[in-house]
C-alpha cells in the first residue's frame, strides 16, 4: 500500500538533489535560493501526496476510497512531513557537499604547506654550500682524533648556531661566515 509512495519519492529525489546543488543558500543569493527552495517543498508535498493519491485510483478502479477525499487526507496528514522530508533530503546533500568541499580545501592548504617547506628547504640547499659544511665536519672529525674534544665540542655548538642563523633568514638573503 505505500509502495507508491515511495517509488514517488524515488522518482523525485533527483529533482531535489539537482535543486540543491544549483541554489546552495551563497552569500549574496541567500533569499533567492531560500524562496526557490519554500516554493520546490510545496511543489514537492504536493506532486507527493498528489501521486500517492492519485497511483490507488489508477491501477485499482474500484479502490473504495474516492480520490478527492484520500487527497484531502493525505495533506492534512502528511504535507508537513512531506515538506520536512524535502529540506531533510536537501539539507542531507548540502552537508556532504560543503564537507567534500571542506576536506579539498584542507587538502589543497596542506599540499601548499608541503610545497612551502621543500622550496624552503631546496632554498636552504641553494643558500648553504655542500663544501663548506663537509670540510667543516672533517676538520671537527679531525679534532676528534687528535683528542681535543673540548675544542670539537665547541665547533660542533657553533656550527649548529650557524645552522640555525642560517634557517632563520629570508632564504634570499646569502649569510656570511
Known amino acids: 500500500r505505500t509502495l507508491p509512495s515511495w517509488l514517488i519519492l524515488a522518482a523525485v529525489t533527483p529533482g531535489i538533489l539537482f535543486l540543491a546543488g544549483r541554489f546552495r543558500f551563497e552569500r549574496g543569493r541567500l ?9 520546490a517543498s510545496i511543489v514537492f508535498a504536493l506532486v507527493h501526496l498528489g501521486g500517492t493519491a492519485l497511483v490507488p485510483s489508477i491501477l485499482w478502479p ?11 487526507g493525505l495533506f492534512s496528514i502528511y504535507f508537513v512531513l512531506d515538506v520536512l522530508t524535502y529540506w531533510t533530503i536537501a539539507g542531507a546533500f548540502l552537508a556532504l557537499h560543503y564537507y567534500r568541499e571542506a576536506r579539498s580545501r ?18 636552504l640547499r641553494g643558500q648553504l654550500n655542500p663544501h663548506f659544511l663537509f670540510n667543516t ?13 673540548k675544542v670539537a665540542n665547541q665547533a660542533v655548538g657553533r ?3 650557524f645552522l640555525r642563523y642560517t634557517l632563520d633568514q629570508d632564504p634570499m638573503k646569502k649569510v656570511t661566515l
Open 31 to 39: 533569499r533567492r535560493d531560500v524562496m526557490v527552495h519554500i516554493a
Open 62 to 72: 474500484g479502490y473504495p476510497i474516492p480520490f478527492a477525499r484520500q487527497l484531502r
Open 106 to 123: 584542507d587538502l589543497a592548504a596542506s599540499r601548499l604547506q608541503a610545497s612551502l617547506a621543500d622550496a624552503r628547504l631546496q632554498a
Open 137 to 149: 665536519l672533517n676538520a671537527i672529525s679531525t679534532l676528534i682524533l687528535d683528542g681535543q674534544g
Open 159 to 161: 656550527l649548529s648556531d
